[in-house]
């Protein structure tokens, strides 16, 4: 018998994507820069986080139209953001085959309550994380994949380095509570995260997400896609950061280098050299609106 | 037995839970060897096989060639490759980007994304020579022609999942699916041959 849409299936997709670079683009053109540039899949958007940023109000999903264009332009896998809890704008990307969906703050969130269930939807789902309990109640609901939340468009690394390393001192609290069989304060941190105690153990167990972990919000250069790997991360996503560049051919090419070479310096160092202008970036105390607070 | 050498491409896609698995393999086998995760050139000399992961065939191929280890892979004489793996290995590939290139070093056709996109990726127990086991499609290709010295290993109504080619003392081996996210037989199978060069 064949099954689609299983766990397996949608796990599985975020295993291939490993070590990559996962890139946003707004048409056809930077798409196809972006898959000559080796990156693993593509993020069809209206505008990049940093647009979004400046051009104020509500964000939604992209119209289909883009998002068509740039299916149409490339072979590898096409991704797609739709906001916080607004599952019908999800099936609309499912009705256009995207290969991924980013239930993502990045949008104006639709629900403050609720997340997307992401279990009865064919297509994998991607979603934020500051910390263990986000990212545990985003795979108990269906998530397939998870990335750091960082603060998007802000060109930024800080923020998506502290959601990494409090994702990681979360789990090392658990493996430290699992290994001295410490179950019934197990137990209090599932019910702190909302999710079920299994998921926890065996979250500890794995020493690890039971999912694939990027990061993501604010990778500007090819040191911040290495930086963010060493900490552990099992690739990157790069919004702003690209098609906000000088350069972004070179930009591209030289993130997707560093994130496969994340421990060869001399490698970075190489690759580094002579990108001419990073996107500008922002201080996170002047933003005006922290997309990262959005969808806990 | 001789201790053998074998990488694993490890610049993208599920490298991770190819070496898993050939550790597991060789376990079962009761067979000793290094298993290395190849990202330069240098490590590809002395391997006695390489496995290709799934991953983008797209991506995997541009930092091969970037990194100079493209002419060198073609002269390793042991290869296994899974999906993204699988194209790279094929001597034509329909629904290829501009700039594509393979190793054409089997005599295979095959199709990119021939299924569709994820929508249309399935799970399956197939039957194949080496064993019946629930096989995993993940914006898999599909094998379009296979030459006159290419050996089945799976087929399902009249697709070929899975096949081999033997020329001299070179060996090559490639499935559209992913048994490294499944079971550890064809990893057994790729390991022997090694073995009993």
Redesign the interface.
């Known amino acids: 018998?064949?099954?689609?849409g299983?766990f397996?299936?949608k796990s599985?997709?975020a295993?291939?994507?490993?070590?990559?670079v996962i890139m946003d683009v707004v048409n056809a053109q930077q798409a196809k820069i972006a898959?000559?540039?080796?990156?693993?899949?593509v993020m069809a958007l209206e505008r990049v986080p940093s647009d979004i940023r400046s051009a104020g109000g509500v964000a939604r999903m992209a119209d289909p139209k883009i998002i068509k264009e740039i299916?149409k332009a490339?072979?590898?896998?096409?991704m797609a953001k739709c906001r916080i809890g607004h599952f019908a704008e999800a099936q609309v990307l499912?009705a256009l085959?995207?290969?991924?969906i980013d239930e993502s703050e990045v949008l104006t969130p639709a629900d403050e309550e609720f997340h997307i269930d992401k279990t009865p939807f064919?297509?994998?789902f991607v979603c934020g994380a500051r910390d263990l309990g986000e990212a545990l109640r985003r795979i108990n609901e269906g998530a397939a994949m998870v990335r750091t939340k960082g603060e998007a468009g802000s060109g930024n690394i800080v923020e998506a380095v502290k959601h990494i390393r409090k994702v990681t001192a979360g789990i090392d609290e658990i493996k430290k509570l699992l290994i001295s069989k410490k179950m019934k304060q197990l137990n209090d941190v599932a019910i702190k995260y909302s999710v079920p105690v299994e998921l926890v153990i065996n979250t500890a167990k794995l020493g690890r997400l039971p999912v694939v972990n990027f990061a993501a919000g604010g990778i500007a250069t090819p040191a911040d896609a290495a930086l963010c790997m060493q900490l552990g991360v099992d690739g990157v996503f790069v919004g702003s950061g690209i098609f906000k560049s000088q350069n972004p051919a070179k930009t591209a090419r030289a993130i997707?280098?560093a994130t496969?070479?994340f421990t060869d310096a001399s490698k970075i160092a190489k690759v580094s050299e002579n990108l001419g202008d990073p996107m500008k970036g922002q201080e996170i105390s002047d933003l005006v609106q922290k997309m990262s607070d959005r969808g806990i | 037995m001789k201790l053998k050498n074998i990488g694993v491409l490890g610049f993208q896609g599920d490298f991770v839970e190819h070496i898993e698995t050939t550790k597991k393999a060789l376990n079962k086998l009761s067979f000793e060897g290094n298993i290395i995760m190849v990202k330069t050139k240098d490590k590809l000399q002395n391997l006695d096989g390489l496995i290709i992961p799934g991953g983008e065939s797209t991506t995997l191929q541009t930092l091969c060639i970037k990194n100079g280890l493209w002419e060198d892979m073609k002269r390793i004489k042991y290869i296994y490759g899974t999906c993204a793996g699988a194209i790279l290995l094929a001597k034509k590939v329909l629904h290829k980007t501009k700039n594509q290139q393979t190793l054409e070093l089997m005599d295979i056709e095959i199709d990119r994304n021939a299924y569709g996109g994820q929508i249309s990726s399935f799970e399956k127990k197939i039957k194949t020579k080496l064993g019946n086991f629930d096989a995993v499609f993940i914006r898999s290709p599909r094998i379009t022609k296979t030459g006159k010295n290419i050996v089945i290993i799976a087929k399902e109504r009249n697709e070929v999942l899975a096949c081999e080619q033997r020329d001299k003392d070179k060996y090559y081996l490639v499935s559209c699916f992913h048994p490294e996210l499944t079971t550890t037989i064809f990893h057994e199978y790729f390991l022997k041959k090694i073995y009993s060069q």
């Open positions: 018998m064949t099954k689609t299983t397996k299936l599985g997709l295993q291939m994507l490993k070590g990559g898959e000559d540039a080796g990156a693993v899949a299916q490339v072979t590898i896998p096409v499912q085959e995207v290969d991924f064919t297509i994998p997707v280098d496969a070479h």
